[in-house]
Structures are given as structure tokens and as C-alpha cells.
């Protein structure tokens, strides 16, 4: 067995190694013929600052609390919400993405920065340990190479003293990083992360992904013509994929589902660019199929939530013909408003109408809303069902708290219990539209507390009162279902899977006089 001595030599030139490498990938251009496209896997260079502030700002929210006799590493005052500032949506994802490494990585960087005596520094407050543990992260991950320079955007100070102080005492932590891996007798630093969370990446990573088709653009038949032109073969469900294949969902006609191996090949190609097709989870569009099929030509529906303007814009394009008018809740701020619109615009969408007012904040009265006869609720919910949360953060604009319980594996009973709370006012706030003839109830959520639970107390509620119909459940429909395939379970759920995200929807619907 090689020495102690050899093992950190051999680690330390790991480090070092050099990262790029080319792959070659294949799909059909536009006529058809395959043509082979080389993509190079540039090494990596860094981030702009104000991306490290942002992840820093995002990981001290997130980060693990440690008790006292085990607390090496301070750090500052997190009970005050961050205020992020993102350059751009690829700023935004990176700045979430690094936050998250760094909270996987948190022990492994700690001890990084101890056993190197780079930790603690009397030039550096506990307010900035969490620009310091990011920046590691990142240097580590750039095999301690410098960092480029971005001319664009101002230099943020704390960033460029920590950088400075970082790459100055790069060889300290290389070796200290070398130590690590050979004390836990580790190949890589992949292998300090947690079982449990290796386990969901891998399965996030194999994980089947759904677009849906934006028929203001282009047909159903002109997409399939589209794919396969390039390559593409359809088969009849996800257990025929290979690697060139897609198949039409089980539920929604509307919706397309690819292997996880064509994710990066597919979104750049023009489809996606020009929003003819849309990445989301299947969840929303059950949602918005469950909502659509309880429409009648003309009759009007409240989003209880922004959430993502994906979802809205679905439920637009599903409810086009009918001359339908979708009230959207909670749009604060007149930036926001234009920002929406501006995107509905892009994606050809016009029978939205943003409001201002929280939903629970409307009054069941309100004149605007006397032609709405379904109600789409997506509460916050604690998240923990769907298949890439990172993508869920994203695009749902949720709280970045998901990664910690993601890390966790569970969410605490406080903040379980806090959800639901919220989630069972809006229902029975949702019960009071006497006009309105059902509700589409849909979480991410594992947790029955969020799910039966909510709906049961809400319809013990008896808040509709004597003057109107009770409401029923009743089984959602989706539009690939006949009525030989329809659900019959009162609730639909679909478990965490290998091929697909968790899901809860209900349907309540008024009962016939």
C-alpha cells in the first residue's frame, strides 16, 4: 500500500487535473440527414460577484446549524430574508446551484478551512463566512485555478478581497482537500455527500422530463413532423425509451416526454427558443387539465397563485377557444406586472388578466369575478414529491428553504404544520365564490397533512352555507382519458418514482340540484 505521503502527492495532482474534455453528440439538423455536433466542455472559470453574493446570501438561509460544541466555524445573523438581486434568469440558477453545492459540501469545506489554517481569519467577519465557504466551494471546483475576470459588472469588494485571500493560500487547502480525501478514504469529493441526496441526484438525472406544446405557435402534428426530422422515434410510453425517442403522455395530449439523456440536445434547439415547446413538470399540466375539463365555453378562472407564468400561460393556451378570461392573483408590483406580460406576449398569450390582491385578499363578490366558475389553487406546499427541486425553485419562484429539507429528507412539524395551516384557509377561502362550481386542489407535496387532510377539514367546514350547493369530490379528468380509462379514485397521486415526480390533485366540484 502506498505511504501517506504518496496518497496526498497523488491527490494533490487530481486536483490539478484538468477538467475539459469533448464529447460527441448526434441529431438531425433540419433536413433530416444525421449530422454529428462536437460539443466542448470548457473548463470553468468563475462567476461574476454578484453571483457570489447571491449564493453566499441564499446558503446562509440554507446552511446547517451546528450545536455549540460542535460549532468551528461561525457564522453571521441569518434571521433577516435576503434581498437578491439577479442580473439575469442564468444568474439566478448558478447563484442557487452554487448555494446548494456549498450546503452539500458544508462539512467537507469547514474542515477544509480549519485544517488549513485559512480559518479564522481576523480580517474576515462571521457576516462573510458564507461568502467564504461559497468561494471555496467554487475554487476547489475550478481545480484552484484563478478565476476570470468579467468586465461588465462592477467588482463587489468582499468579493474580490475573499477571492484574493482564497487563491493566496490555494496550495493550504489543495493539501488540505488532499488530507480529507485520504483520512475518508474518498476518490473524489463526490463521495462526501450524503447517501440520500447522491441517491435523489441520481435519480434526478435519470429522471424522464415533460414538455408541453404551445398550439399558438405550432400544431401537435407539425412538432412530431418537427422531431422526426431530426432523429426522433415516437414509441408508445417511457419503458420503450432509447436514447433518440419521446412519447406522448398518458394524461395530457398535449404534453410530450423524452429520456433525461436528450435534456441538453433538445433545449437548444429553435422549438424551445421560440416557446412552441415548454419545459415543465407534469404536475402542472395535470393541473390545468383537471381545471380546463371543468370549463364551459366562456366561463372565467382564478389562479390563486403567480407561481410560475408557465402554468398560467398553459392554462391559457388550453382555454383559448373557449373565449375564457384567466384571473391571476398576487401580482404585486407593476414591474412584475410588465415582466408577465411581456412573457404572455412572447408566448402569444392574451386572455390573462393580472391582479394585485393576494387571493384571500379578494372578496367572493368581486364584480370583476362573477364569470368565474373554477378556481385553480397550487398552495406553497413543502415541495418534497417533486423530481428536480432546483428546477422547482426556479420555475415556481419558491423558497429556497426546499434544498434544506431536500438535504434533511424531511420537513420539520413546525413548518408542516405552518403550510397546511395556509393551505386550508385559502381552500375554505376558495369554498366562499358562491359563483364558482369547483376548485382543483394540486401540491408537490408526499405529506398527507397537505393533502387529504387539507381538503377533508375544508369541506367539514361548512363554509359554504345553506344558500348554495355542498361541494363533492369527484375523480380528475385529463384529456387522454376515455371515459373506460378515467380515474376513479376520488383523489389522484402520483408517487416519487424513477419515471416521474409526486403529486396530489383534487377535484371539488358542487353537487347537482
Known sequence: ??????????????????????????????????????????EKDGYPDSVYMNAAKIFQGIRTEKSK?????????????????????????VSYELAFSALKYQDLLEEILLDSGVYPC???????????????????????????????????????????????????????LARCRIKYDALSIEHFVPETIWKQEQRVSALPFCVWINTFKISLEDVISNLETKGLTKVESVSDFNHYTYAVDQHCHDVLVFPSSLKEELLNLDLFADCKLLLQDKSRSLAVHSAQALLNPGDDIIVAHTGSHLTIAHMSVLTNHGMSTIFVCGVKSSAKEEELRNIFSHMGCENIQLLHEDFTELEPTDRRLQKATVILLLPQCSGLGVGNPMEFILSEHRDAGLLRDLFQGFVSEDKLSILAERQLNELIHALKFNKVQAIVYCTCSVYPQENELVVKKALESGVEGDKVQPY?????????????EAPTEIFFKM???EISSGCFVAVLEREVS
Request: overall charge negative; hydrophobic content about 30%.
Open 69 to 93: 460544541d460542535r460549532m468551528l466555524v461561525r457564522y453571521g445573523n441569518n434571521s433577516e430574508s435576503p434581498v437578491l438581486a439577479f442580473q439575469d434568469e442564468h444568474s439566478r440558477r
Open 495 to 497: 408517487e416519487p418514482s
Open 122 to 176: 481576523q480580517s474576515i467577519p462571521d457576516e462573510l463566512t458564507s461568502l467564504l465557504v461559497v468561494m471555496l466551494y467554487d475554487l476547489q471546483d475550478r481545480k484552484f485555478e484563478a478565476r476570470k475576470i468579467f468586465d461588465q459588472e462592477k467588482p463587489v469588494e468582499e468579493v474580490q478581497e475573499i477571492g484574493h485571500y482564497l487563491y493566496s493560500c490555494k496550495t493550504k487547502l489543495a493539501a488540505a
Open 472 to 484: 363533492r369530490l369527484i375523480p380528475p379528468v385529463f384529456s387522454t382519458c376515455s371515459n373506460s
Open 1 to 42: 500500500m502506498p505511504d501517506s505521503k504518496s496518497n496526498l502527492v497523488s491527490s494533490y495532482k487530481d486536483v490539478k487535473n484538468d477538467t475539459s474534455d469533448l464529447n460527441e453528440i448526434k441529431i438531425s439538423d433540419e433536413k433530416g440527414s444525421v449530422a454529428k455536433r462536437t460539443v466542448t466542455l470548457i
